[in-house]
């Protein structure tokens, strides 16, 4: 076969069609305007693979979890098991393993039931499209074409497709017939205006575009028709096509192989918010633990009294400072918030993706279908000098309604649906007293619909309704109505009323010209072949304005935006439409849309000068697919964490590029769901509002517990250090060690159940984990630790003193394993929260407080019961009590004290940074 296979690693056999013949097309692709013979078809569908877009296959449990192993908090730890089997301590490295294992097994289950949710709305298939098909008989000969159903996956290069209105364009098709053939290729361009498509013809040369939607003679996948029919041959499917995300060959000849993908245009792995965070604090850890474990080694092999313990100690200095439920705490953090996500409507499909959510600051959102509903309103209607007139959008309405009742086929487009809406409106009634004659409806070369109506004015009087473009409806108009009264158009006030239709479609908005006539009602024969010849070329009109009309905006898109900017979330409109629709839009949803960037002016910027415009940006206009992504990557090399809300085809590069991608109800086409982080099953805005409070707590709690973990590790590691240089034993046995531990994890895990933030952290974005801030953070409070302990070593020393080394042992095991539980529940909750209720104080949720109190009552009773003297711990005298009392009490006011200089951030603070190998 002549034409080009289609290999994954190879783009679509499609170049420029601009000057290339209908006949050089169908020979290229070995095809006919008979379509493809049965045989052919089946060997091109092995050969191509069937028409679908590429997505990511569901891994296997395997791959599942070889991912969870590669996640840096579950690397950390393992790590760390292996440390403390090396080092002897197999109760702790048993310990560690369970909290590992339970901590992945909660990530694999909640984002395989999250991915099974989003596939539940997974619901709407991709349908089937016309094809012409010709089967071989006996003989060999072909049979006559025939058309017939088939699926879009059916579909193969060389096909014959027909297209009616309300069909989809099941894969990429250069026309070869057509008439009237109007598009819809919002999903694709984000532009909600039809675009007229003709076949080979005088509009050829101007096609210079290669897979673009602005080729005339191209019908993208993805793309409905809106009026008209059409047939054409199918040049490229699934990969290959233009959703496919394949970058256009240059100009040649159709057929001809092409060159592998460069590989810069190669998907590869992006790194999420929560990926950049988890290695920066994994990396934190493994170099404190090193640390530690080093002067572990030192501190015991200088101190008298130690040999062999010297390694489990040092190990256990080591072990010590890492946070041992860090990917329980995590996991189980996010899981609770993804569940509300669930009752909510949202479904998230990778776990990580509510904590990025979470550190979300930019959120870009394309305007159709989220803040708009993928349908036009009446703005206003218009006389020829500007003024409100309801009489322009009265006959506009009538010329829709005869024209969808008379037609050939009798069709309702957005435009109709507008104006007969405000029409019932305004008057229920007001089609009754109107009969509608003959219609003419619109075509994209006349770019007028006209209708003939018997009105109330006579029996036998009628009246020419036209409605179109402003140029075309000018062109055939001798007067115009104002204040009640005709006066001839002179060609002063032909260009006034462009000027102000170019004015209100600078605005954004969709305008038409509105014109009459009176004339006689057709008498039956001849009369009725002369009233039509009037109708398909109307003249000496009477022009009675302008109807202008806008995308009609989302009942609660204000109230969702404004929730949004109050939750300290910067919106952002990207779209392919127009700058003045969107800035419309905007304006309609409460946003202020400033100074739009469009496509052509972002793609004469490079990387630097736009990051620099995309951050004093509202809105972007006139944006391709790819201009979208690189949009998104210029937000967050700026140090942003961007999510990307869209529903249409022409979105998913952006999808895969943000941080958090998320799916609207309005994606029909499964290609969005696929790409997104987040699927949303109900409206958009909204329930994205409340995602973004529930995620933020899942932030602020995780955060908590990395803060007041490594503060509290670092302050015992700290004392232990000073302890073994100064005591003659281990400061605390392996097994007092383990039990301490375990009390300090069951009572963590009670921080993924709180509410830090009063609102559910709606005010302001968590600032997000970097290196140095949790280095900083970890260093003040653990030396405020560790000077607690040091005062209770003193105390002990004091209470020990005289008795013999091995009471002494005991009594300063028990006294350091009483004061460590306190001064955790002590530290857990004052550290929750920020140093003034201004901040957004609130109090400890119910699981804190138990787990707080539980840890009191454990280290107060424990070395007075069986299972204390079992672990080496006895119930101290009563004057300890009363001095560890005045120690905790000065403990709770340093803390008081040291807090006030790490406030969380207020509002309108810059809450994030770059997270790079520096940070």
Known sequence: MTWARQERDEEAPLTQPAGTSDLQVLRALETGLGG???????????????????????????????AQARDPYAATLCLLVAVTCLSGAYGSAAVLSVLVVAGCALRLVGEVRAEQDAAALRTLAEGTATVLRRRSGADGAADRPRARELPFDQFVPGDLVRLGPGDRVPADLLLVRSSGLTLDQSALTGVSLPAAKRAAGASTAAASGLRSPDNERLCLRGSTVVRGTGSGVVVATGADSYLGGRPAPDPGTLGTPVPERPEATRHTPRRTAFDRTARAVSGLLLRLTLLSGAAGLLVGALAEGHSWEVVPYAAAVAVGLTPEMLLLVVTAALARQSDRFRRGGVYARRLTAVHDLGTLDVLCTDKTGTLTRDRLTLDAGLDPEGNPDPGPAHWAAVTSLVCADLGDPPLVDSVDEALLDAAWEADPGFADRLTGLLAVPFEPSRRIAVALVRGPVGLGSATLSVTGAVEDVLARCASERVDGGERPLTEARRAAVVALADARAADGLRVLAVATAE???????PGVRTARRRAEDPYGLTLLGLVCLADATEPD?????????????????????????AAHVCRAAGLVPGTPLLGPEADALDDAKLRRVAERTTVFALFAPAQKARLVRALQAAGHTVGFLGDGLNDMPALRAADVGVSSPAALDPGPRRSADLVLGADALPHLAGALRAARTAVANV??????????????????????????????????????????DLAQLSLAFDRPLRDGGATAAPRRLTRSDLARYALLFGVVNACADLATFALLRSVTAGLHVAHSEVLFHSGWFTENLITQAVTVHLLRTGARRSDGWSPASWPVRVANLALVVIGVLLPATPLGAALGLRLLPGEFYAF????????????????????????????????????
């Open 519 to 525: 004339t006689e009602a057709p008498a039956a024969g």
């Open 703 to 744: 955060g908590n517990y990395l803060r007041i973990t490594l503060a509290s590790n670092l302050g015992n590691v700290l004392a232990m250090l000073a302890a073994g240089a100064v005591v003659p034993f281990l400061p605390m046995l392996p097994a007092q060690v383990l039990t301490q531990n375990l009390c300090f």
């Open 884 to 919: 560890l009392g005045l120690i905790l009490a000065g403990y709770a006011a340093a803390l008081l004290a040291a807090r006030r200089f790490v406030a969380l951030p207020s509002k309108g603070e810059r809450l994030l940074r770059p997270v790079d190998a520096a940070t």
């Open 36 to 66: 493809l013979d049965e045989w052919q078809a089946e060997l091109r569908l092995v050969e191509c693979g069937e028409n679908t877009l590429p997505a990511p296959a569901a891994p296997s449990w395997s791959r599942r979890v070889a």
């Open 557 to 581: 898109a204000a109230a969702a935006l404004a929730d949004l900017a109050a939750a300290g979330l910067t919106v952002k409109i990207v779209t392919g439409d127009r700058a003045g629709a």
